[in-house]
């Protein structure tokens, strides 16, 4: 039955029900269990399941993901929270060195089912390592799956479904839209992890995004199509594997593409979707692949944000600049 919730408490449900239904599924992170999170995703699991099953560590992120591979080696399946996305350096190196190569050393005979949530994103007035969009920098490293949901219901079934995957997955969630609410139904079907889906159809120009960018798109669509401009939003949902077969569909019927993400454009994700949609569309698209992302500059202070997200005129701006070749 469908139930309107924030997307947090999407994720916290989501947790829960894993939770109940695998006695191995473990949460661990700083501040995950008597606090419930800094955004309270997991608040009340550690009074539920316990203090071996929702487990407060050391303000030590590479101890935190060292300790969960470990556990996945033992046959468990962790979820480690990384409390903001600034925050995840110091685990950078076991995360690629360790977690992402495992796999491939043993020849396929090592699993390692480990689930790291990173709040990502800006638009909630918070400093640099609070606020930033590494995706690409995980992306880029073989082995990782990368993943982001935009509303309740994805952050409910993909963080199921990552969970359940026997690979190591980056689930970056969208603070911004923590409070976002919508209908999960979590007795519902879900697609594919790594399927992008059309959220909304349109017929002159693709605006493909992912995470907190695809609200900003719906709104930029709202916007244009009070001036006769049909656009079609597409939400990616995985960063890597990337479903190039979808983007290929749409822009096949749009024949334009602007590609939207917070993280900085230079070398980001929307680089290689540009990349790849005019290998396999060349002779379908009629204007080139346009990004619209964040500056290649540390993120500013809280005052200036606006300026530095990727926002309804910017994306609009391109809009115009594509549908005018």
Not at 9 to 32: C, H, Q
Not at 156 to 171: A, G, K, T
Not at 249 to 259: F, I, Q
């Amino acid at each position: 039955m469908a139930e309107k919730m924030a997307l947090a408490k999407a994720l916290t449900s989501s947790l829960r029900s894993a939770l109940e239904s695998d006695p191995k599924v473990l949460v661990m992170g700083e501040d995950v269990g008597k606090l419930g999170g800094v955004f309270r995703v997991t608040d009340g699991l550690q009074k539920d399941f316990g203090e071996d099953r929702v487990i407060d560590t050391p303000l030590a992120e590479s101890g935190i993901i060292g300790t969960a591979i470990g556990l996945a080696l033992r046959g468990y399946r962790p979820v480690a929270e990384i409390q903001f996305d600034g925050f995840v350096f110091p685990a950078y190196d076991q995360i690629v060195t360790q977690l992402a190569k495992m796999h491939a050393r043993s020849l396929g005979t090592v699993k390692l089912p480990v689930v790291i949530r990173i709040p990502y994103g800006g638009g909630i007035g918070a400093v640099e390592h609070h606020s930033e969009s590494p995706e690409s920098l995980f992306a880029h490293v073989a082995g990782l799956k990368v993943v982001t949901p935009a509303d309740a219901s994805d952050a409910y079934w993909m963080l199921r479904q990552s969970i359940e995957c026997d690979d190591p997955v980056v689930f970056f969630e969208p603070k911004a839209r923590y409070w976002d609410k919508g209908e999960v139904d979590t007795a519902g079907i879900p697609g594919p992890l790594h399927a992008a889906k059309v959220v909304r159809e349109g017929e002159n120009l693709t605006l493909a995004a992912y995470g907190p960018s695809v609200k900003t798109c719906l709104a930029a669509a709202a916007a244009a199509q009070e001036d006769g401009v049909s656009l079609e939003v597409l939400d990616l949902r995985s960063v890597s594997p990337l479903d190039f077969d979808a983007i290929q569909r749409s822009v096949e019927r749009t024949r334009r593409l602007v590609v939207v993400h917070e993280a900085p454009v230079f070398f980001g994700s929307g680089a290689e979707v540009a990349a790849r949609i005019t290998e396999r569309c060349f002779y379908h698209l009629e204007a080139p692949v346009l990004r619209v992302g964040g500056f290649h500059a540390p993120y500013p202070p809280a005052r200036l944000e606006e300026e530095y997200l990727p926002g309804l005129d910017r994306v609009l701006d391109s809009v115009d600049r594509a549908l005018a070749y």
